[in-house]
């Protein structure tokens, strides 16, 4: 159990180049210290439609944010409308899929993306593990480089993963 | 400016981790990879798939397998320092 003011201390700290980043992007960052919540706009390419990226930051960094596409009220995960529908590039396939009907951004950075979260990995070691595991896919330990990691694929996207 | 390296150029990095850029002086001849290798050094990172990426809406991703002249990179030029790594 980490305790509450050592997250929010830690986070705050990561937060100040977050914040530098989202200034160079044009991505505003909304912190909400009292329940350890990062809430993030992001304007689709072409589309121009706003899609709300949320963090849940209690026991970071313990274990890794639980990052999620959520309703414009910061509601609700794992829904496919809100999620942006991935598209495959460069760097190899989008972190944005649904597993078993449930949308999730697939990192070793997320929380969601391991099997005892209903993700995906198995065999990532779990969410503790986060730091060492899936080394062959994309890398990010502090929220600054999560965030950068989201947007590479995000600025990808053109369309929902779902119509509705 | 010219060593023995050849001609050289002046670059600012920024990292999304970081709240303030670094400078870096390489050779034209350094392959992007090994440029971003040594940013991310700098920046404290010590594992993934580091490149490099220009400025702009929409960024242009350089290739690290080229090198900083073969990407057209110039003196005094600002690039942010990204992981190439994939989802999955």
């Known amino acids: 159990m980490v305790p509450f003011e050592h997250t929010r201390i830690v986070v705050e700290h990561e937060l100040e180049g977050a914040q530098a980043w989202g200034e160079r992007h044009g991505v505003l960052l909304d912190w909400l210290s009292d329940c350890l919540q990062l809430r993030v706009t992001l304007i689709q390419p072409v589309t121009e439609a706003p899609y709300f990226l949320r963090a849940e930051l209690k026991e970071y960094r313990a274990l890794p944010p639980v990052w999620t596409f959520t309703d414009p009220e910061w509601q609700g995960t794992s829904r496919p409308f809100n999620f942006p529908k991935g598209v ?18 697939c990192a070793p950075f997320n929380r969601l993306a391991y099997a005892d979260q209903s993700g995906p990995h198995g065999d990532w070691g779990g969410p503790p593990n986060w ?15 999560m965030l950068q990691a989201i947007y590479r694929d995000f600025s990808l996207t053109r369309e929902r993963m779902v119509k509705s | ?52 990426q220009t400025e702009g809406n929409p960024p242009r991703v350089l290739d690290n397998n080229k090198t900083l002249a073969e990407e057209h990179i110039h003196d005094g030029q600002k690039l942010e320092l990204i992981d190439t790594g994939g989802g999955v």
């Open chain 1, 88 to 105: 495959q590039a460069t760097f190899g396939s989008s972190m944005f899929i649904i597993h078993n009907q449930i949308a999730v951004i």
């Open chain 1, 131 to 145: 730091l060492n595991a899936g080394s062959a896919h994309i890398h990010a330990e502090a929220i600054g480089d």
């Open chain 2, 1 to 52: 400016m010219h060593n023995e390296h050849g001609h050289e150029v002046t670059i600012i990095v920024f990292a999304p981790r970081s709240p303030h850029p670094k400078e870096f002086r390489w050779p034209e001849s350094l392959k992007v990879g090994e440029a971003a290798r040594e940013a991310a050094t700098a920046f404290g990172y010590q594992a993934g798939n580091p490149g490099l």
